[in-house]
């Protein structure tokens, strides 16, 4: 019994893995293992031999079955530590630094504008970009005849020969949101619609997808001066300094009366733009009081209300914000110039935390 006992523990204990262990516990104490047929032959002993052998025999049965269970637990500890080294990490070690992406200045001065507005009371309202020539152009007052559907160098949707409809627009500008917004919510509103708009124009400062917002404010007493307001305080928030110098322009709109476009003081000289100081101003926006045929159309009653409105180039104050010289690299999805102009997707403009950083 003695050469059983040292011959399994010894095995046992030189298993080196899981496999080998159960082969041996199955040669020990399984159905025909070695101690259990001799287990089965204490029948056949005298009852004073029986006396001996059979608690011996148990002992060394659970001997075996322990050295088993403990050989087991320290292979899979084992198996687990080797694991580990292999799967070791520093937690310690800084955040990954180098960005995988980055967000577009667009959709950067995009979240600044709307923070900046919806800080004064302007929630945001949208529209499609196919609109119908009614949205877009008669309802704003400018009728089938008027020049400006010329000027705006607009595209126009295919229609059958034999289909008289009036064909749909890419939206030339964000102004039918205006009429959209007053269908809506009637007055008094309060909206700006940053979007797409599409005319046919390429050069450096014209390409022919572009970005607006819309400005629309409907109240019994709104007059210019509360435009003058809102769109200097913009502005300052915008470009983040305390002052900076607009022009308001007299100008003309047919969807608004008196109108007015507004330029900011600028120098482009030595490829790099500047805002604040120079001798150049940059039309930034189009602006005015809300013609009463536009309230109208918009079915607010203009014997009791009134508004401002304007229309902003978001493209155009990306540029002369962040220093851009040529608005066509905006849309070249260049990775080189997207590295360098983009912002970190982590740095949500606030007024609180800061516009850009
Ligand atoms: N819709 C005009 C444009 O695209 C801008 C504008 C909007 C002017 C609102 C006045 C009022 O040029």
Same mark, same amino acid.
């Given at each position: ?71 087991? &637990? &320290? ?247 962040? +220093? ?17 102009? +983009? ?15």
């Amino acid at each position: 019994m003695e050469d059983l006992r040292e011959k399994y523990l010894s095995l046992i204990s030189g298993a080196t893995d899981e496999a080998s262990l159960e082969n041996l516990r199955v040669q020990a104490v399984g159905k025909k293992g070695e101690i259990s047929l001799r287990m089965r032959s204490l029948g056949k002993m005298t009852p004073e031999e029986r006396q001996e052998a059979g608690p011996a025999l148990n002992a060394l049965k659970d001997e075996v079955n322990s050295a088993l269970v403990a050989r087991k &637990s &320290s292979l899979s500890d084992a198996a687990l530590e080797e694991r580990l080294k292999g799967e070791w990490l520093d937690v310690t070690l800084p955040a990954r630094l180098a960005r995988q992406g980055s967000i577009h200045p667009i959709s950067q001065v995009w979240g600044e504008v709307t923070e900046i507005f919806a800080d004064m009371g302007f929630s945001v309202a949208e529209g499609p970009q196919i609109e119908s020539d009614w949205y877009n152009f008669d309802a704003l007052n400018i009728p089938g005849h008027h020049p400006a559907r010329a000027e705006m160098d607009t595209f126009y949707t295919y229609r059958d020969q034999d289909d008289d409809r009036p064909p749909h627009v890419l939206r030339t500008h964000t102004s039918p949101v205006q009429i959209r917004s007053m269908e809506k919510i009637g007055a008094p509103l309060r909206i700006i619609c940053p979007g797409r708009v599409y005319r046919a124009d390429y050069d450096q400062t014209h390409t022919p997808m572009f970005h607006q917002v819309e400005g629309l404010a409907v109240d019994t007493d709104v007059s210019m001066a509360n435009l003058k307001w809102c769109l200097e305080e913009f502005v300052k928030a915008f470009f983040e300094v305390d002052n900076v110098e607009l022009r308001f322009r007299a100008s003309h709109f047919p969807f608004t009366e008196p109108s007015a476009e507004v330029d900011i003081r600028c120098n482009w000289s030595g490829g790099q733009l500047k805002i604040g100081e120079g001798d150049d101003w940059m039309e930034i926006l189009g602006s005015g009081m809300v013609h009463p045929k536009v309230l109208h159309a918009g079915g607010i009653d203009p014997t009791v209300y009134q508004g401002f409105a304007f229309g902003l180039g978001i493209d155009r104050i990306a540029m002369l914000k962040y +220093g851009i010289p040529d608005l066509r690299a905006f849309f070249d999805s260049d990775l080189r110039w997207l590295r360098h102009y +983009g912002f970190n997707a982590l740095d949500k403009p606030g007024l609180v935390s800061g516009l850009s950083r």
